[in-house]
């Protein structure tokens, strides 16, 4: 089977190796959905929000996150581009250089952050079995264990990985996972009285909404790079979005309720430590092996995005990028998550306006057009979003800053736009 690595960033993907159908995406995206840090950003959330509150706003959040996910997804089955080769054709091929940088720096941190949180469960989990000192229990073996692991994933592409791991049985075990958690919560916990109590307010339901919207947002600047081995646009849009919603939805919503049920200190290792209690930590493993995918994916795409940079094969960026994570998990601690989800927003959401706009209005979904260093309407739309983002979570807290920049960004890309002529100069080309 083809993987993904013999085609380089900038290649579009031949009709016929578009094999991807929505089972596909479907198991893919649900579970991209799952996962530790989606558990831990429901932590995020519940002290300040409560259960109410917390579930409002990753349903919103979710909701708008996955269906702005899903139309990025269907720019990859139009064009059969990578994500930041697609990049070009709405900022030019200079402009699409600088968010390229951006999204390869965001993956490195993402792609550490999932190697420390594996090492962090796993190794709780090798201390409860066993004891404090074994060598199961030691964090820098399991920091290299799933270093390694996601570098060898991210090394072999994705192809192999979705259609031989993932949809054969990998869904399964998660889906397993996910409903014995649920079982656990309804059988032990008085959600009852956790959805009366109300939350310490600490957080306003606004930025509830921008850090449950981050976590499908994180993904915009990378689906390309799996959704142009799409065979319709129908089926990446379906696959993608239904699978992400359920899967994201899911797991954040049982992050918020274990940590008010059963710890409500609301630090990590409290929450881990709940859950390596529920069903002798086994669901807990099934999740920790699915993260394993997440990394895989961050280093991949990052690969990918520095193959806009660097003209060197994917496979050998993907091996030293997974070092590079692997080397930072073993020296970084897990700390700032939160404002590393609201940069993300700040930054990628405003952009992905500037593009969505860009390619269903005034490029009318074609990849031909006439080629530009740089596209400065756009990157003046883009620029112009980043900065409604800041002074909104600066000033106006409480109206939320995501999806304002994000459809500002758009107007601003439609208007400048229509003014510079972009669908003439698709035309001609």
């Known amino acids: 089977m083809t993987v993904l690595n013999t085609y380089s960033p900038d290649t579009a993907v031949p009709a016929d190796r578009r094999v991807f159908g929505a089972r ?48 990025v997804g269907v720019i990859g089955s139009d064009t059969g581009l990578s994500s930041m080769a697609a990049l070009k054709l709405s900022l030019g091929t200079r402009g699409a250089s600088l968010p390229a940088l951006l999204n390869l720096l965001q993956l490195v941190g993402w792609g550490s952050f999932e190697i420390i949180v594996m090492r962090d469960a796993a190794s709780l989990l090798g201390t409860r079995a066993f004891s404090e000192g074994s060598l199961l229990a030691s964090p820098l073996l399991w920091t290299l264990f799933f270093g390694a692991l996601a570098t060898v994933l991210a090394v072999s592409g994705p192809l192999t990985f979705v259609r031989k791991v993932l949809r054969k049985w990998g869904i399964w075990l998660l889906l397993a996972a996910c409903l014995w958690l649920t079982w656990n919560l309804f059988a032990k916990a008085d959600l009852a009285a956790l959805w009366a109590q109300a939350g310490d307010g600490s957080m306003p339901l606004g930025v509830g909404f921008d850090i449950a919207i981050a976590m499908p947002l994180s993904w915009l600047p990378l689906i390309a790079d ?11 849009f379906g696959g993608t979005a239904l699978g992400f919603f359920i899967g994201n939805l899911w797991l954040m919503s049982l992050g918020v309720a274990y940590t008010l049920a059963f710890a409500p200190s609301g630090e990590v290792n409290a929450l881990l430590l709940a859950l390596a209690g ?46 590079l994570c692997t080397l930072i998990a073993c020296l970084a601690p897990l700390a700032q ?21 860009d390619h269903f209005i005034l490029r009318k979904r074609s990849a031909q ?53 972009y669908g003439q100069e698709t035309a001609r080309a």
Do not use: C
């Open 369 to 421: 057009v006439l080629s530009v260093g740089l596209r400065w309407p756009a990157l003046l739309a883009w620029l112009g979003g980043i900065s409604t983002y800041h002074l909104l979570a600066n000033f106006y807290p409480d109206v939320g800053a995501t999806l304002p920049s994000l459809v500002l960004a758009g107007l601003l890309q439609g208007l400048l736009g229509r003014a510079f002529s």
């Open 24 to 71: 596909d995406l479907f198991s893919l995206w649900f579970s991209l959905g799952i996962g530790l840090m989606v558990l831990q950003t429901g932590a995020l959330l519940a002290p300040g929000l409560g259960l109410s509150g917390a579930l409002l706003a990753i349903f919103l959040g979710t909701t708008v996150g996955v269906l702005l996910l899903a139309a």
């Open 226 to 236: 799996y959704s142009r081995f799409g065979k319709r646009a129908r089926n990446v």
């Open 337 to 357: 998550y939160q404002n590393f989800l609201l940069l993300i927003g700040s930054v990628f959401a405003p952009l992905f306006g500037v593009v969505l706009v």
């Open 278 to 323: 529920a069903g002798l930590g086994i669901p807990l493993l099934l999740i920790l092996l699915d993260e394993s995918e997440n990394a895989f994916a961050d280093i991949h795409s990052a690969a990918v995005s520095s193959g806009i940079l660097l003209r060197l094969k994917v496979e050998h960026l993907a091996l030293a990028i997974g070092v």
